[in-house]
């Protein structure tokens, strides 16, 4: 995987349920998702997915498109880190969520 996607992990990526909520956005970018769409598909609190749709939206992957709706952002400075986690995740998923536990387990 790319330093970039690592570095994205690293700095913003806080746990797998962050990065189901990234991956779910990026495989569906031309998709506008409701906050209830994504909740059910994550199976997570609406509380929950505000609060890290906020996150993607501060570093431009995320954006609201039109009232309670949510779209990945294209073009952003991070688009090729993400699409290169999209990729690692279908060839090992399991290694970029070793990555993602790896910062987690970082102390603050």
Do not use: K, N
Not at 85 to 101: H, K, M
């Amino acid at each position: 995987m790319p330093r970039a996607a690592e570095r994205l992990i690293s700095h913003h990526v806080e746990s797998v349920g962050a990065l189901d909520l990234l991956l779910l956005l990026h495989g569906g970018r031309d998709r506008d998702w409701s906050l209830q769409e994504l909740c059910g598909a994550l199976r997570c609190p609406e509380p929950w997915a505000e609060d890290h749709l906020r996150q993607l939206a501060a570093i431009e992957l995320a954006e609201e498109v039109s009232d309670g709706c949510h779209r990945y952002r294209r073009g952003g400075r991070y688009g090729p880190a993400v699409d290169a986690i999209a990729r690692a995740c279908r060839d090992d998923r399991a290694a970029v969520t070793r990555l993602v536990f790896a910062r987690a387990a970082r102390p603050s």
